[in-house]
Every structure is written in C-alpha cells, then in structure tokens.
C-alpha cells in the first residue's frame, strides 16, 4: 500500500511529439493518497488507460517522475513495482486450477509452498470460491473469473496498488452490483490504495472516495461525488456527469445577473472577478423548475423515465431539459425558472469562481 | 417442434450424389472389383476373394513400407511442430516485419510438390548441386543417390523446408490472437518468459497445433510427389514409402489385384485418421464449450 505521485506526467505515443494535441496525456500532477479508492472517469481515448498503465508501469510515460511513498519508480518495470491490475477482460490462466491462478503470482515470487497456501485459501474464502478451488479456471463465469482476475491482486499482501481497467465490463448487470459492493468491501477491510478506471458514472459515484474526470487527455476535475455533481468545474463535467446533463447556455453578465437572450436571472452570488472569454450559463435539469412564472418556453418533448418526467424545452432557441415529478402539473403556457443555488457560470467552459 | 416433411427435396441432392459418384463411388468400387479379382490379361477375370488382402497384411514388402511411413511422418511431426512454433514465437508481431515475414513463410506453400522435389533434386546433386557439392567441398561423404542414411536426410530436410511453414503460421494466427491483457497480467504476476509459453501461449495455440499436427500426419503419411522425384523410392528400398510402393507395383508391376487390396487399406488407414482428427477435434469443442459460452 502506498501513496502515489503523479509528477509532471505527460505521454505521447508517437516518437516526436510537436503540439500539445500530440499527447495523449497532458500534463498531470497529482496526488493518489494511501488508502484512497479512486475513481478516473472519462469517455472512450480521454487518456484514462493511459494513465492507469503509466503507474502500473505497462507504458513508460514520455516525460515526468512516478513515485510511490516518496520513492521514485519511473526506471521499475511492471514486475518491481508490485502493484496488482484487473483488466478489462478476465485474464485467467485456463489451464490451471483456480488454486493455482492465485497462486501463480506467490510462486513466481519463490514465496514458500505452505505461506502459498494459508494466503490462497485466505483469498479464496474471501472472494466467495472455496469450492470452486480444485476446478479449472476455464468453465468459470465472467464474474468468477474476474474474482480470480482480482484475486490473484489480492494475495499478495504487499502490493502498492491495485488497479482496475473497466473491470466490470463483461459482467451481467446483476453481478456488477454484487461485485461493486464486495469491491468496496475489500477496500474498507485491507485499505488498499485503488484506481478504477471507468466511462460509467454509476460505477465511479458509488465506489470512488475521489472521482477524477477526464477529458481529452487532461483531468478537468477531481472531487467528491457530490461536489461534480454541484460544482462542475468544467462544462464537460456538467455533461458527462448526470443523466441527463447539465444546460449549458449562451449568456452575458449584466451586473448582478445573467442575461440570456431577452431574459434576466438572478445570481445567487456575483463572480469574484469580471470574467472574459466565452461566458456561459450551466444549470444542472434538477434546478430547473417549470410553471406559470418565470422566463416563456415551448416544450418539445416529455420522456417518462418511471419515477420522474424529463422534460425538453426551447428557451430563447436553446433546448433546457428539466427533471420534473411524475405527477407535475405542466401549463399549456410553461414558463421556467431556474433555482439560483444551481447556477455556475463559465467562462471557456471552465468554471468562474463566485464571490463568497 | 413441427418439422415439415417433404420428400420432394431428396431430388435436390440428386446432382450431388450423381458428381460425388461419378468421381468417388464408382473408382473406389473398380478399385474394390479388382481386389477381390485376378487376371492374367486378355480382359479375363478369375474370383480371388481375400486372397490379395492376406497376402498384403502378411507381406514384409507392405509392412517394411507402412514402417518407413510412419517412421517418416514421426520425424517430420518432431521436428516440424517445435520447429514451427519456435519460429511463430520469434515473428515480429506488428510493423513492417510482419508482411515480409508472411510472405517468406508462404512461399514454399505456393511451390508445386513436383517442382519442391526437382529443386532438392539438384539442390543435393554432388556434381552440380548448391548443397552436395558444398557439403563434398567441406569433407561430408554426402551422396543422397547411393547412401540410404543420406537419402533419408535429404527427404526429411525438404519436408521440413517444405511444411514447416504451414505450422508456423497456423501458429502465428494463434498467437496473434491473444489479447495484450494477457502478456501485461503475466507481468503483475512477475511470471518468467517459459510460463508465458507454458499457461499462456501454448493454450492458446491448442487448437491450431491441434489442427497442424493431423494435417502435418496425414499430408506426411500420403506423400508421394517429393521423394519419388528426389529419390525415386531409392536407393534399393530405402525411401518407398506406401503410395511409391503402391504406384510401383500397380503402374510398374501391373500387379492389380494387390494394388487395389492395398488401395484399400491404405485407403482405410486414412479413413480411420480423419475418424480419429474428427472425434478428437468435436471433443475438444465440447470441452471447451463452457469457455466459449461465458465469453
């Protein structure tokens, strides 16, 4: 277990990369605490991987430094650095038994036969397989295999890290619940320091501690579930996290308030400083509220989603979504208000910090 | 469930059975009249029975042949299979390496059995060939014409030159089939290059190496074209194998009666093959069928 350094870590794949659109990662500095579960969301080619591989030491980073609990790695190969990853898809070895999975990495370490075996049947109970033990890993399931994918992580009590590369991929929907909930069972048992990559919010909000955003190569926001969900530091944070995402509109500032299109809002609190560039307005659809006050729309379409409506409306040209209850009443002459403890403003898509 | 019976489509497979009968069933069932038949010419023909079928399994002529065959086709599977999957192992797996590689694999496919002989025909001529001479000038009493031992290598290194090809890249398309998550767990799991070959990329290749070894053994165990033009089955005996014998005595004896037992048997050894790559291939599917339903 230990903590993780991220020092001026840039990669490009190609050998000579020019412009800065050449790195697949941009530049990123930071700090994976010990005993910190982390999340990196991201779309598809955000960099994500990249990044995940770069510390387990897959991918030697272009430029900067890697050090775990203060000690530089970046020279180590994947084998010294000892840390633990789970793939994508469960890499099981299928002429073994699931015995002798686990106990491939003890083995290959000239870890003694009798520590080997307390430490897999340790594990073995642990992931749920003690009568599986004697079987061949290769008639498993998805979700078995993946166990032993994480198992063979797991038995050795020394690892930095454990790793995850969209692990729950390949897993029926059902299991993926089990799984997460053992996952985060582990983690508050043993504390390992974990990194989980994954492009599914629902994956990253309920196992992370920290959930670190990615986007096109850069992080754009590391926090709390909460805190991406309130405070989206970037327009694509907005987006990405929420379902559905958050309205993002043209606006400009006119004194104390927004103006978008004809209409004023009202800010909660003024922006700290005059921001320039490209200046929008970002409010998340459960902030918007739809009745007979407020600023006139037209709505195009009501999607019912069971136990609330979403509604899309045009305001000013722009479409607005809105969450609203099942049994909401909707005007013929809808007007919608936006709730001012919602509303962030950004400028270049980036968010504007306010006053207070 | 309701199946539809309808007999009119019997008629369908007419044209087939009519192709399949015309170049299969009728040979085989001539090559059948005349095995259980002798005849001294003038088109007369005399009821033999099992009479060539004895003779042929208690042969030491028939025999000394199907030992060399075998013994031919066990050197060719020891050397050919590790051979080949020695050189799949060391092929470059991305860049420009790969096509060129292909290629220089492919090409002594491509090549005519007959004209893969003539080549090692002269190739180990020890008056103008690249090879015998070679081997003359550096002080090997090598003549594959007069020494059986020498005549042996030479059949064995063309097939080898030959074959070893195809192994390699039914090996090749086995490996490359192994996704990269593979090699990168293996080293978390601090595993050394032999496990690598052992748990992964040997598994992997089971079913290919499978595949390669029958074709390998079968192809092997009816070679004819090679070595009747490097050797001509010679010298004396050394290098006849079954089908050589089989010509021998049917085109050149024109001994037909136990020509067309022996058709038969051989015929029979390879029927029987193709059973046992058959079984063992659909028992391997189902083995793995587990694996395969969970993805």
Known sequence: ?356 | MNKTWNNKAWFMVLPVLFLVAISAIIPLMTVVNYSVQDTFGNNEFFWAGAEWFEEMLTSDRFWAAMGRNLLFSGIVLLIEIPLGILIALNMPKSGWGVPVCLVLMALPLLIPWNVVGTIWQVFGRVDIGLLGYALREVGVDYNYVSDPFDAWVTVIVMDVWHWTSLVVLLCYAGLVSIPDAYYQAAKIDGASRWAVFRYIQLPKMNRVLLIAVLLRFMDSFMIYTEPFVVTGGGPGNSTTFLSIDLVKMAVGQFDIGPAAAMSIIYFLIILLLSWVFYTVMTNYDAASDGERRDG
């Open chain 1, 1 to 356: 277990m230990a903590r993780i350094d991220l020092d001026h870590i840039r990669h490009a794949y190609m050998a000579k990369p020019q412009s800065p659109s050449d790195y697949a990662l941009k530049e990123v500095h930071h700090t994976f605490e010990d005993g910190g579960a982390y999340a990196l969301l991201g779309p598809s080619g955000c960099g994500k991987t990249t990044l995940l591989n770069i510390i387990s030491g897959l991918v030697r980073s272009s430029e900067g430094r890697i050090l775990f609990d203060g000690n530089d790695v970046t020279p180590l190969s994947t084998q010294e650095r000892n840390i633990a990853q789970v793939f994508q898809f469960p890499v099981i070895y299928d002429t073994m038994t699931v015995y002798d999975n686990l106990a491939f990495p003890l083995r290959n370490r000239g870890v003694s036969e009798p520590d080997v075996d307390r430490k897999v049947r340790e594990i073995l109970s642990m992931i749920d397989l003690d009568s599986w033990s004697d079987r061949k890993a290769r008639g498993l399931t998805a979700d078995q295999k993946q166990k032993i994918s994480l198992g063979r992580g797991l038995v050795r009590s020394d690892v930095n890290a454990i790793l995850f590369d969209e692990p729950l991929t390949v897993i029926d929907p059902h299991m993926k619940w089990v799984l997460r909930t053992q996952l985060k069972q582990l983690h508050q048992r043993f504390g390992h320091t974990m990194v989980y990559v994954t492009h599914d919010q629902t994956e990253a909000l309920t196992f992370a501690d920290q959930v670190v955003v990615m986007f096109e190569g850069e992080i754009v926001q590391i926090g709390t579930p909460a805190e991406l969900f309130e405070r989206p530091k970037h327009t694509f944070v907005g987006y990405f996290i929420g379902s559905p995402g958050m309205n993002v509109l043209p606006m400009e500032l006119a004194g104390g308030s927004a103006r978008v299109g004809s209409n004023e809002i009202s800010l909660f609190a003024p922006p700290a400083s005059v921001p320039s560039g490209k200046l929008e307005l970002g409010i998340r659809p459960e902030f918007v509220r739809i009745g007979r006050e407020g600023m006139p729309a037209t709505i195009t379409k009501v999607e019912d989603i069971g136990r609330h409506r979403i509604v899309r409306a045009q305001l000013e040209g722009y479409e607005v979504a809105a969450i609203v209850d099942e049994d909401a009443d909707l005007p013929a002459e809808p007007r919608l208000l936006f709730d001012p403890a919602g509303i962030n403003l950004y400028a270049d898509n980036w968010r504007v910090e306010t006053a207070q």
